[in-house]
Nanobody, 118 residues
């Protein structure tokens, strides 16, 4: 599967952004999807995940209540809605697909920059 991300950019503190990740292929519903981020000088960090069917989600404590992950299996899309953004959310965000039947099969998007600054 190939993942193409969109939706990053510059936003002021307190603002909102929505990231999208479009997957190729017809088996999107067999992949759990997640978002990670990497801030400058820091390691890659888990942000949020959603199960293949969309019925379960999980979030890092740092984004709970502010970020929402969702997916549209009919359109092969996963989203990360980000609200109440803080400067410390500045990072390159990556989406990841994990095959349901073999969790060693992971695919990554190209990354998209999110900058929160006034």
């Amino acid at each position: 599967v190939q993942l193409v991300q969109s939706g990053g950019g510059l936003v002021q503190p307190g603002g909102s952004l929505r990231l999208s990740c479009a997957a190729s292929g017809s088996t999107f519903s067999t992949y759990a999807m997640s978002w990670y981020r990497q801030a400058p000088g820091k390691v890659l960090e888990f942000v949020a995940s959603i199960t293949s069917g969309g019925g379960g989600t999980n979030y890092a404590d740092s984004v709970k209540g502010r970020f929402t992950i969702s997916r549209d299996n009919a359109k092969n899309l996963v989203y990360l809605q980000m609200t109440s953004l803080k400067p410390e959310d500045t990072a390159v965000f990556y989406c990841k697909a994990t095959f349901f039947y073999d969790r060693t099969r992971n695919y990554w998007g190209q990354g998209t920059q999110v900058t929160v600054s006034s």
